[in-house]
């Protein structure tokens, strides 16, 4: 296997940093967000709207009234046929007389609007109201629609094929008028022969409607022939148009409003997304904290909240980076201290001679060494308690239990050095109430331990240390209290800081890393508690010792 070696440009080119490219900021109708609003304000527009545009309902409604129109013209017509076109056949039977059907629908028909057609009992016209005889033969009688031309009438006409394309006269049968007609093109009249009144409509070719009513033309009961009379739908269809128009007109209009509104919340949501992800921007690309999260808590909505976490969220941000940089000068300086009288006790026992001195500086060496021991344990365990505090899952925790446990790991004899003089415990816990809190059992004992250990450094040989805990509403009050000097006055919230130094003057030095009560109040906050010190005083004012106070909540 080959190996490359890199040298010169090569290690700078791998070295270099490639930072990742700005997100692209959209701005008015490029902004997806507000697209999207649009989209769907217009879509919940245009959906009823298309339903109001069918109208089918309304259609069928004016096609019944003109339907039962023609039915009253046909049965009037009918009865003048029945009653003066009439003829005796050499049979002796009654016939209808072409030629007198013909004058009765010319004369009653004229104006009318309406086509009517007569057909005998066999099948056969008789007679046709579009059709004239003149000189040189049949005239038959086309009505056509106005020619509009313009720019109007291409609009109107485009209206005509989209609106072709809804429901309802697709379905309709095709009319169909051959040449020669009979009775067999047509059923309502083959229905009105065997005497049965019916309608129908139908389409023509060019989409528009054509209603037809035929009835029987009877004498004494007795059917001679068939009447149909038919009529177009324009004034359906100009009734039908006119509302659509209306329609359409209230569109344009909701249309118009509904995309004012949506530009207006479009603004008022994507426009300040937008500002917070470019102050994001800034903040995540830019130098220095000259730039900041915009406010808008005025808005008093979720937008608010946003930008109100974003706010603490940059804060927090800063804090964090603030208490890094801090806890990265601290330990430098905490490690200095032993490093440096470490390197000074080797140099220096290079150089003596004398063993006894050389057992003085061994043993300095040796505890430089194991205060940094501790010291870096302390600072190993602080970097990830926050990670660790974030990650595992909280279970109920039985402080009752747990401060038992500690006061008797305590109260062991100590089989190093028999002579030392232990703290004596006392421990007050409510007799039927558990105190159970819900959080990270090994944490919490940490913070119990921490805080018992300070108040063993400090409390004088054979002192007490009293340990009570007690339900206070929705809480848990823990405190731990010992018989020492107390805590120097302005310093009950400095005790909590990291490597706080104020030490019992008997202390062996770096015994201690002063990380202890610091990790202790990093885990009460994760678990939603408060810790805090104070010294117990007496009736005259005397400092009877330190009380560490710390509330746990119960939910």
Do not use: C
Not at 205 to 210: K, Q
Not at 312 to 336: N, P, Q, S
Not at 528 to 547: F, H, K, M, S
């Amino acid at each position: 296997m080959d190996a490359k070696v890199v040298i010169g440009s090569e290690v700078d080119d791998a070295a270099e940093i490639v930072r990742p490219p700005k997100r692209p900021r959209r701005k008015g109708w490029r902004s997806p967000l507000t697209r999207r609003i649009l989209a769907i304000n217009v879509i919940a527009l245009v959906v009823p709207i298309l339903g109001l545009l069918h109208l089918d309902q309304y259609r069928q409604s004016l096609i019944s009234s003109e339907l039962d129109g023609l039915r009253v013209q046909a049965h009037a017509f009918a009865l003048s046929l029945g009653s003066t076109a009439v003829v005796t056949n050499d049979l002796g039977e009654d016939d209808l007389s072409p030629v007198a059907a013909r004058q009765i629908t010319r004369v009653l028909l004229l104006n009318a609007g309406v086509r009517a057609r007569v057909f005998a009992r066999s099948g056969e016209l008789l007679a046709d109201s579009f059709i004239l005889e003149g000189p040189g033969g049949e005239v038959k009688v086309l009505e056509l629609a106005p020619l509009e031309t313009g720019f109007l009438a291409e609009l109107g006409r485009f209206y005509d094929r989209i609106i072709t394309w809804l429901p309802g006269k697709a379905d309709l049968p095709r009319y169909i008028e051959p040449r020669e007609q009979t009775a067999e093109d047509y059923s309502e009249v083959e229905k009105a022969l065997i005497g049965e009144e019916t309608g129908n409509v139908r389409a023509t070719e060019g989409g528009h409607l054509l209603l037809s009513f035929a009835v029987p033309v009877q004498r004494y009961r007795q059917v001679l022939g068939a009447l149909m009379l038919s009529k177009d739908g324009q004034t359906i269809e100009a009734a039908v148009k006119s509302r659509r128009s209306d329609v359409l007109l209230i569109f344009a209009v909701a249309l118009g409003v509904t995309v004012l509104l949506s530009l207006y919340l479009a603004g008022t949501i994507a426009r300040p997304i937008r500002r917070l992800a470019d102050a994001a921007d800034a903040v995540r690309h830019g130098k220095g904290r000259a730039y900041e999260m915009p406010e808008f808590r005025r808005y008093g909505d979720e937008i608010g909240e946003l930008s109100e976490a974003l706010r603490e969220m940059t804060e927090a941000l800063w804090d964090r980076l603030d208490a890094i940089e801090g806890f990265a000068a601290d330990v430098a300086h905490e490690i200095k201290n032993p490093l440096t009288s470490l390197r000074s006790a080797v140099e220096t026992v290079a150089r003596v001679e004398d063993p006894d001195q050389q057992k003085r500086l061994m043993t300095i060496i040796l505890e430089d060494v194991g205060r940094l021991d501790r010291l870096i344990s302390d600072i190993s365990d602080a970097s990830r308690l926050d990670a660790e505090l974030s990650r595992e899952v909280g279970e109920e925790v039985d402080i009752g239990v747990l401060l038992k446990t500690l006061v008797e790991v305590h109260e062991v004899p100590n089989l190093y050095d028999e002579a030392a003089v232990g703290p004596k415990f006392r421990l007050h816990l409510p007799k039927r109430d558990r105190l159970i809190v819900q959080g990270l059992e090994g944490r919490l004992g940490q913070v119990f331990r921490n805080i018992i250990s300070n108040a063993i450094t400090f409390n004088p040989p054979g002192g007490t240390i009293t340990l009570s805990a007690a339900r206070r509403g929705s809480n848990i009050r823990i405190t731990v209290e010992d018989e020492g000097p107390g805590l120097p006055e302005g310093k009950f919230a400095a005790v909590f800081n990291r490597f706080y130094t104020e030490r019992p003057a008997a202390e062996k030095f770096g015994t201690h890393s002063g990380l202890g009560l610091s990790i202790s109040k990093q885990v009460v906050d994760a678990h939603g508690g408060v810790i805090r010190a104070e010294n117990r005083l007496a009736p005259d004012g005397t400092v009877l010792g330190a009380r560490f106070i710390v509330t746990l909540p119960t939910d």
